[in-house]
């Protein structure tokens, strides 16, 4: 007799003699003495010799789409790939994705990760909105992590359509285990082994993305991973799998040195470093989320992003020491006008009120930037900060106590701001570029409200209404518009 696991493609001899052997399949299992039966039986079933060998020759038939897992291409490249939500906005265009997905299946393993289709989301959260001015944070989780759902099981279908075998994955079927942060929680871990055994069995794996769920034994939360998470459930899977390549395809050709829709002659880069692409990423260039970028920079998974219709060269994400070739020190220009400013005034010059301002705000999980203490006179100082603008009214919600607390005068808050940034590994051993940047703003008759840099960057808050002018000015002064190496004061 032979004992055979649809999962398993390996034969062994048992102390009885009998032959343990697998046979794969789509299906759950195979009625014993009934090769080829698409039947729903237990898929360990004991068959004799004669029907085990009946059964190779009809698994192993050209005609069989589902063939015996030896078949299966165990030595092919693993492939993670994400199409957002333009990519995938219609019903057409997820077929067209299908066929993509199609030909690189041919060659590869796929595990494929999904947006949700065009503004699914926004609707979902007016939606809430229109039924409550504050959702309860758990069940816009849930509701949110719908739209990706839906995308993920529409294009499973597209594939089964093409004939290629495929199975949609929720972010927790796929073993993506996050925080319990709502709205914005954090990958813990992966748990691949639902993602490998699908591999395995010849199927296109359809991951919905943005979303997890939390570690528990009895329950779990569906969780979601805030704004751009496919991209951080692509790279943290690439990663968990040790894919050997991870492809994020949207509506444009790669990563530009400024957004080609405010800069008409911003030019593709070729590659980018993870560095760079962080520091763009979290100055407002959305063509990548930041926490994807660290996530990959961490783990050294090279991303290509590329168009998911146009068949052109894409932007490879890579680390620094792996672009070798001339380039001008400054990369690209960023921009964010969702920025919102908070002063806090007449604030007590004395230890640990700095503290009690932006604990409470870490505690309540917001990020801050662009951070300005004026001095102190009498005793007493202003503080300014940056937060997003979807966190402004939580911010201030969060600081009302503290504010009571410290005994400071007043908060205050602006939302007519925006960052404009030059970014580029360059700027740390180029001298020069602080003054490159403030004399091409001062030249559009652009006032600097306050500076902050890092060691590879340089920001600067202005007036929301003078954005499209900086970035322009500042691409024509740095010259982004010329291919590496031509600009002047590049590498070479």
Not at 147 to 159: D, F, N, P, R, V
Not at 186 to 206: F, T
Not at 261 to 279: F, G, H, N, P, Q
Request: net charge negative.
């Amino acid at each position: 007799m032979i004992y055979y696991d649809r999962r398993l493609c390996t034969a062994h001899v048992l102390p009885a003699g009998a032959i343990f052997a697998c046979v794969s399949g789509r299906e759950a299992g195979v009625n014993p003495g009934q090769p080829g039966d698409r039947g729903q039986a237990d898929p360990r079933v004991l068959l004799s010799v004669s029907s085990y060998k009946s059964y190779q020759q009809a698994a192993d038939s050209p005609g069989n789409q589902f063939r015996c897992n030896r078949e299966r291409a165990v030595d092919k490249v693993i492939i993670v790939q994400k199409y957002g939500g333009s990519s995938v906005a219609s019903t057409e265009k997820i077929c067209n994705v299908a066929k993509r997905i199609q030909k690189a299946a041919q060659e590869s393993q796929v595990v494929v990760v999904v947006s949700a289709m065009g503004d699914t989301t926004d609707e979902l959260i007016a939606m809430a909105k229109a039924i409550s001015k504050v959702p309860n944070e758990r069940e816009l989780d849930k509701l949110l992590a719908t739209g990706e759902q839906a995308s993920s099981a529409l294009l499973t279908m597209a594939l089964h359509e093409l004939g290629v075998p495929a199975v949609s994955l929720t972010g927790g079927q796929a073993g993506i285990i996050t925080e319990k942060t709502p709205g914005k929680a954090r990958i813990l871990k992966i748990d691949s082994h639902r993602v490998r055994s699908e591999l395995a069995d010849g199927q296109v794996v359809v991951v919905a993305g943005f979303q997890g769920i939390t570690d528990s034994a009895t329950w779990a939360d569906i969780t979601t991973l805030g704004r751009g998470g496919s991209d951080t459930t692509a790279v943290a899977l690439a990663a968990a799998l040790k894919a050997d390549k991870c492809e994020i395809y949207t509506d444009v050709d790669g990563v530009f040195t400024a957004d080609p829709r405010v800069v008409l002659t911003a030019r593709k880069l070729d590659r980018i470093s993870y560095e760079e692409m962080l520091e763009l990423a979290g100055q407002g260039a959305r063509v990548m989320h930041s926490r994807a970028v660290e996530l990959a920079e961490i783990h050294g998974v090279n991303i290509l992003v590329a168009h998911s219709v146009r068949e052109v060269p894409g932007t490879v994400i890579t680390r620094e020491d792996q672009i070798m070739e001339a380039r001008n020190p400054v990369r690209g220009i960023a921009h964010d006008t969702d920025v919102a400013r908070i002063t806090v005034a007449a604030v007590p010059d004395r230890p640990g009120i700095a503290y009690q301002i932006f604990h409470a705000l870490a505690e309540a999980d917001i990020n801050v930037d662009v951070i300005v203490q004026n001095v102190s006179v009498q005793g007493v100082t202003d503080l300014s900060f940056t937060v997003n603008l979807a966190e402004l009214a939580r911010a201030e919600k969060v600081l009302a106590p503290v504010i009571r607390n410290i005994g400071a005068k007043q908060m205050s808050t602006s939302v007519d701001l925006a960052k404009v940034s030059i970014v580029g590994t360059g700027i740390r051993s180029h001298p020069g570029y602080a003054d490159k940047m403030f004399g091409a703003l001062a030249r559009e008759g652009i006032n600097i409200v306050s500076i902050t840099t890092s060691e590879i960057r340089i920001t600067c808050l202005i007036e929301k209404a003078d954005v499209q002018k900086a970035v322009q000015a500042l691409h024509t002064a740095f010259e982004l518009e010329k291919p590496e190496g031509e600009a002047k004061g590049a590498i070479g």
